[in-house]
């Protein structure tokens, strides 16, 4: 095998990026390997060691390690040292790089679907890793207002601290402007397996929503952006995320890697299919 890469998470049953990969790698016919290391660590800087060791050049990280590699890392890139998390990892002589390719992701994906936060009061729901990385997109891309709601008001605090904004828990959703909202949906309420699932949010404030972004991807799309799309609220899932997160992953391992529309658009198509299978 010419190149090794892979994804460090625990567990990773749920994720795509190891077929998303290696479909690509299969189109460019790039003898590249990507695989999934799904390790249960308490000892994370013995777990990169080893993996470097065994070849790898470059690795996504996923739940629970995004925070958890960083102590581990020679440098990170601007938006993952303000995010404060890291998904994609290369590996260099000085160590390992940190990046955040999911705040790239979620740009590329709002750009490819015509949604843009600009001048807009944007609602984010959640306030953990996924939160950040919106809020951070949202903030530089120009937005009105920013905000937090959450479960737990000390997390949406700590959002609004780093990224500027107004911090909300359930209890006191009547105080939130009586405004429309471009939302981000960051929690990981109505995930598979639980996809009945919703946030306890009022019927009111849906309507007041004029877009609406969540960020899960299985199932696609959730009870929550179907009981949008029933308003005519346009609404996007988190596929396009997650597909644009794992090219960025690709330019920074490899910048010179060309990956042509074609396959480009085959590795989607197989990747809407495979997860729906
Ligand atoms: P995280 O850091 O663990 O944050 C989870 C968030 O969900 C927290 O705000 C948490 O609230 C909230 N939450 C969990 N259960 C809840 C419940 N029962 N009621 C209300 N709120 C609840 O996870 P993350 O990394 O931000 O990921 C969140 C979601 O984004 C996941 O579904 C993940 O798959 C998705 N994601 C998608 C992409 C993509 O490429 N499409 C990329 C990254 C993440 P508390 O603070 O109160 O616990």
């Known amino acids: 095998m010419k190149d090794k890469y892979g994804i460090l998470g625990y ?3 749920h994720s795509l990026s190891p077929y998303m990969h290696s ?3 299969f189109y460019l016919n790039n003898g590249s ?8 660590s308490d000892d994370l800087e013995s ?14 990280v996923t739940i629970p390690y995004k925070q958890a590699v960083i102590p581990y890392l020679s440098s990170m890139d601007e938006s993952a040292a303000i995010v404060g998390a890291v998904n994609t990892l290369k590996y260099t002589a000085e160590g390992y790089i940190g990046y955040n390719t999911d705040v790239t992701g979620l740009r590329n994906c709002l750009i490819k679907n015509g949604l843009e936060p600009k001048g807009r009061n944007v609602l984010i729901l959640g306030a953990g890793g996924a939160a950040r990385a919106a809020a951070y997109v949202a903030v530089r891309s120009g937005c009105k207002s920013l905000y937090i709601l959450n479960r737990t008001l000390e997390k949406a605090e700590a959002v609004c601290r780093d990224f500027g904004g107004s911090s909300y828990d359930y209890s006191c959703l009547n105080t939130l402007p009586d405004t429309s909202f471009f939302v981000f949906q960051t929690t990981s309420v109505g995930m598979y397996p639980h996809i009945e699932d919703m946030l306890p949010l009022p019927d009111e404030m849906l309507n007041r929503f004029e877009a609406a972004v969540d960020l899960i991807y299985n199932p ?27 090219l960025a992953s690709r330019s920074i391992w490899n910048p010179e890697e060309k990956i042509s529309d074609d396959i ?11 997860s729906r299978s």
Request: proline share 3%; charged share 30%.
């Open 47 to 60: 777990s990169l060691k080893e993996l470097h060791t065994a070849g790898v050049k470059g690795l996504n």
């Open 11 to 13: 567990p990773l049953g």
């Open 33 to 40: 390997g990507y695989d999934a290391y799904e390790i249960a």
């Open 23 to 25: 479909r690509y790698n």
């Open 264 to 274: 480009k658009r085959k590795v989607y198509d197989e990747c809407v299919r495979y």
């Open 220 to 246: 696609m799309p959730t009870r929550f952006l179907e009981k949008l799309s029933q308003r005519g609220i346009k609404t996007v899932t988190g596929f396009d995320m997650l597909i644009e997160q794992g």
